[in-house]
Nanobody, 126 residues
Framework: QVQLVESGGGLVQAGGSLRLSCAAS????????MGWFRQAPGKEREFVAAISWSGVTTYYADSVKGRFTISRDNAKKTVYLQMNSLKPEDTAVYYCAAPQLVTVVPGSSPKEYDYWGQGTQVTVSS
């Protein structure tokens, strides 16, 4: 069983920054890809970013590329999402997620992830 707990959300003005954290427990964190997704009211959950087990490989949605940075600290079993130059359209609940199998290299579909946190709200005011 894997537990994921997000934190760091809040209210910020457009152009501001936030750093989200996702603390993992329950298995060997360092062996798995991790991802961030977000879901705005009335919209489907969408991919934001993902990172390989080593942190060497990262990929991003086009909408956040150049503004968001995903990273991880395997010793702390934590993955981060640094969000800069925030826009009102970034407003959403942000979730971290992990696949069930260490062999999975997930893409951008939520269906490729098996474990989810409870989410943290990010609100960007204009």
């Amino acid at each position: 069983q894997v537990q994921l707990v997000e934190s760091g959300g809040g209210l910020v003005q457009a152009g501001g920054s936030l750093r989200l954290s996702c603390a993992a427990s329950g298995r060997t964190f360092s062996s798995y890809y991790m991802g961030w997704f977000r879901q705005a009211p009335g919209k489907e959950r969408e991919f934001v970013a993902a990172i390989s087990w080593s942190g060497v490989t990262t990929y991003y949605a086009d909408s956040v590329k150049g503004r968001f940075t995903i990273s991880r600290d395997n010793a702390k079993k934590t993955v981060y999402l640094q969000m800069n130059s925030l826009k009102p359209e970034d407003t959403a609940v942000y979730y971290c997620a992990a696949p069930q199998l260490v062999t999975v290299v997930p893409g951008s579909s939520p269906k490729e992830y098996d474990y989810w946190g409870q989410g943290t709200q990010v609100t960007v005011s204009s």
